[in-house]
Structure formats: structure tokens, C-alpha cells
């Protein structure tokens, strides 16, 4: 065949996928005969109240002297690694806000850090395109730095998130700026698996966070604008592609159950998704007095999922009342918040706190110090 | 010719750069390339849209959320459906060994 046919059999298909995803698009729109909150109202349900001091902050954690860009809590309740702009990982004891490890990376341009389950390492990524491991327990080298144990190498772009599989501290799951994510054996420092890449059904631009359930379901999410779920055991194809937001996917988080997740994006909204159907639950969006639409730079779920916590580049961070699509608190104007934009957010792991990282180089924790009301 | 996304999902054909026989035969294989992956799109979408073909309502997929979240207990709610662990109160006990420790790393 010519090349001049073979381009004219290629746009053929790019108009037939186009048309088959218009068509796809069309058949969930008419599927759309509710939303969560709409569903929610009808079932009598009343959005959460907070009083003025139910959810505080009690801790501010200082240290780094530059933005916190990437924040993770350990498994047991106390602990946090932060990564920030000045080049170092810190590792906290929230609880006492104590420092326990400031680590100096080896390339200071990091954009991402993660806690190993077991809480005896931690990982850092950025722009040296690798992933740095460092124990914990390691002794310092002779120039008083903690020693890093072990790089995975092999992205050809940027590291922009990480996250250790649950319960498996020889395994992490990486995206990238070179649009894959990977799945890495920490013990060899190997690629397990690359999910997406050149000709593979995956992201077509820089993959910007992964959020992971069990230990075979992930989802990344992209400046592609969208989310892909991966089931670990098959990297050739995405199972699913999650369509709907109008800018870069930012933040992915699972919802508690694990059959949902959230997203959020620069179009400035957040969504609520079904793994199961594909279809969005719920859109939450603040309309703003001055028109403004500022990006969702991060979010995180309650541990039921009640409350969906969202960070923005203008340094709100929304309190969302997930049911019923309100907008209950705002904690960048409470007492004692941020000065900056909100980056990071994570709960712990009792879900009793939050913690939230800034440009202004501090973590804030957060808590319910106000009065229970038990049904 | 190379393919590009548009934020909804849309591909565009953008032109390859270059010129001459030798870039021609490469052209073809990427062409031929490309060509693989979109055929494979396209049976995902088919896939994709059977499924959808099959599926319900999103009112019937709300109604498992509700009792998804309100069984659980949540130490940020006001409003509780259980008991409160008191661990959870561990953040306003006395008062940490510094308030808010704000020695800089140097």
C-alpha cells in the first residue's frame, strides 16, 4: 500500500473513533437521569453543618524553606513524609510536630514523596526523571545524609507522583511526564510493568497523580484530561478511559469503597466517579463572584466518604459534603490557615486528621474539636 | 502524519515534518503503526459501547452510595453512626513537647 493511501486509511479511522466516541459520549448523556445530590435531596438526606470551631487547626508543622509540593502519611496513625521545593524530604511525627529525618535528595527538584507501609522507607521523584528509596534506618553517610538504598531508573520523563502498594513495601507505582505509569520491584529496582507509552492505549500527555486499591486496580490521571483505570496484571491496555473534565487531571483519589473515585482538574471542578458504569455520579464546582476558576490542585476523602476535601491554586481548601454537592467550610479562610495555595492533602490513617501542605512551606493538621453528636 | 488530543477527547491529524525518500519509508512505518493502534482503539470503543448499551440508569448505581458512607464512622463528621474511638481526640491532649516545632532545616 502507499503512503498516500495508508493517510487516507488513517484519517478514515481518526474519523471513526471520533465518531464512536461522540456516539459513547451521547448514549452515558442519556443515561444521566440524576446526579448524587439530586438522588440524595429526594431521599431526605440534609447537608453536614460544622460550627465555627468544629474542624481546627492544631498543629502547623515547620521545617522547610520552601513550597511542599507532595505530603503522605504512614500506616500507623502519626507519622508524615513532606517533599518540598528546597530539595528535602522531611519526615514528622505529626502528633509532637517533631522532625525525625530531613533528606537530601540527590536531584533537589522533587515533585513527589510516598511512605512504604511498614513506615521504614520513603520515596522521592521529580525532575531527574528517577525514584529515589531511602531507609529509614540506615545510618547517615560521612556527610551526615541519609544514603539512598535504591534508584528506579527508567522513566523517560519527570516523576510526578508515587505510591507504594498497600501492604508490599518492595512495590511502587510511578507516572510520569513521558505519559506511563510504572510499576516497580523496589528489591531489584526493575520495571515490573509500564503501563501506556508509545502505541499502548494509554495517556497521551504527562501522567500527573495515581491512586491505588488493593493491590491489582490502579487509576491515573492525566493532562490528557482524563482518568484511566489499570488492572497491575494486564499493562498492555487501560480496562477503562474516564472522559468528562475540560482541562488536566490533577489529583486521583479512590473513594473509601474502592468503586468509585474522585478527580480534580484545572477546569476547576471536581468529579465523582463509577468504576463499574463509567459514568459521573456528581460534578462539584463553586461558582465564584468574580468568574475566576481556580484549578483543584489536590483532594482527599473522609474516611467514609462523606466529606471529599479540595485543594486550590488560589488557596481555598473546599470542605464538600460529597451527598449532597455543597460546599460546607472553607478551610483557607479559617483561623490560622495557609498563606499560600494548598498543593498536597492527605487523612490519616484513622482518619481522624488532615493534613495539608502549601507554597507557604508548612503542613497544617487539622482535626474535629468540637462536640459529637453520636446517633 | 502524526495524531493529537484535544481536551474532548477529539483526535486531530497534525502534518509530520520532513522531506525525502528515506523520510517516507519511515513515515510509512509509523503510519502503519499508528494506523494498529487506532484499529485497536476503535475495538475498545465497540467493546466499550456494548457494555454502555447494557447498563442502567445512574439513579440505580446513587443508591448504593448512600449506605456505602453513612455505616461508617467518621472522626471529621459532627454527626456520628457509631461509637467514638478516643484515640481520635489525641490531638487536642496536653500539649505536644513543642507547640509547633519551627526549627529550620538548614
Known amino acids: 500500500m502507499s503512503v498516500s493511501e495508508l493517510k487516507e486509511r488513517h484519517v478514515a479511522a481518526i474519523e471513526m473513533v471520533n465518531s464512536l466516541r461522540e456516539r459513547l459520549k451521547e448514549k452515558r448523556r442519556l443515561l444521566l437521569d440524576t446526579d448524587v445530590a439530586a438522588f440524595a435531596r429526594s431521599q431526605g438526606k440534609r447537608p453536614v453543618c460544622f460550627g465555627a470551631t468544629d474542624l481546627v487547626c492544631c498543629r502547623t508543622l515547620q521545617g522547610h524553606t520552601g513550597k511542599v509540593y507532595s505530603l503522605d502519611w504512614t500506616s500507623e496513625r502519626n507519622r508524615i513524609v513532606s517533599a518540598s521545593k528546597d530539595g528535602r524530604l522531611i519526615v514528622w511525627n505529626a502528633l509532637t510536630s517533631q522532625k525525625t529525618h530531613a533528606i537530601k535528595l540527590p536531584c533537589p527538584w522533587v515533585m513527589t514523596c510516598a511512605f512504604s507501609p511498614s513506615g521504614q522507607s520513603v520515596a522521592g521523584g521529580g525532575l531527574d526523571s528517577v525514584c529515589s528509596i531511602f531507609n529509614l534506618n540506615s545510618p547517615n553517610d560521612r556527610d551526615g545524609n541519609l544514603p539512598v538504598s535504591r534508584t528506579l531508573s527508567g522513566h523517560k520523563g519527570y516523576v510526578s507522583c508515587c505510591q507504594y502498594v498497600p501492604d508490599d513495601d518492595n512495590h511502587l507505582i510511578t507516572g510520569s511526564g513521558d505519559q506511563t505509569c510504572v510499576l516497580w520491584d523496589i528489591t531489584t529496582g526493575l520495571r515490573t510493568s509500564v503501563f501506556g507509552g508509545e502505541f499502548q492505549s494509554g495517556h497521551t500527555a504527562d501522567v500527573s497523580s495515581v491512586s491505588i486499591s488493593g493491590s491489582n486496580t490502579f487509576i491515573s490521571g492525566s493532562c490528557d484530561a482524563t482518568a484511566r483505570l489499570w488492572d497491575t496484571r494486564v499493562a498492555s491496555r487501560a480496562v477503562q478511559t474516564f472522559h468528562g473534565h475540560d482541562g488536566d487531571v490533577n489529583t486521583v483519589k479512590f473513594f473509601p469503597d474502592g468503586n468509585r473515585f474522585g478527580t480534580g482538574s484545572d477546569d476547576g471542578t471536581c468529579r465523582l466517579y463509577d468504576i463499574r458504569t463509567g459514568h459521573v455520579l456528581q460534578v462539584y464546582h463553586q461558582l465564584h463572584s468574580d468568574d475566576t476558576n481556580p484549578h483543584v490542585t489536590s483532594i482527599a476523602f473522609s474516611i467514609s466518604g462523606r466529606l471529599l476535601f479540595a485543594g486550590y491554586k488560589n488557596g481555598d481548601c473546599y470542605v464538600w459534603d460529597t451527598l449532597l454537592a455543597q460546599m460546607v467550610l472553607n478551610l483557607g479562610t479559617l483561623h490560622n490557615s495557609h498563606e499560600g495555595p494548598i498543593t498536597c492533602l492527605g487523612l490519616s490513617a484513622d482518619g481522624s486528621a488532615l493534613c495539608t501542605g502549601s507554597w507557604d512551606s508548612n503542613l497544617k493538621i487539622w482535626a474535629f474539636g468540637g462536640q459529637r453528636k453520636v446517633n | ?106
Not at chain 2, 54 to 78: F, H, R
Not at chain 2, 84 to 97: A, K, Q, T
Request: aromatic residues 6%; contains cysteine; proline residues 8%.
Open chain 2, 1 to 106: 502524519m502524526v495524531m493529537a488530543s484535544s481536551f474532548d477527547g477529539q483526535l486531530v491529524p497534525q502534518p509530520a515534518i520532513g522531506v525525502g525518500t528515506v523520510v517516507d519509508s519511515r513515515g510509512k512505518h509509523r503510519i502503519l503503526a499508528e494506523l494498529k493502534h487506532l484499529e485497536q482503539e476503535l475495538r475498545y470503543l465497540q467493546e466499550e459501547l456494548e457494555e454502555v448499551e447494557k447498563m442502567g440508569n445512574i439513579s440505580s448505581v446513587c443508591k448504593d452510595l448512600l449506605p456505602c458512607i453513612e455505616t461508617k464512622s467518621d472522626p471529621l463528621l459532627p454527626v456520628l453512626n457509631g461509637v467514638v474511638n478516643p484515640l481520635w481526640d489525641r490531638w487536642f491532649e496536653g500539649s505536644p513537647s513543642s507547640p509547633d516545632c519551627g526549627c529550620w532545616i538548614l
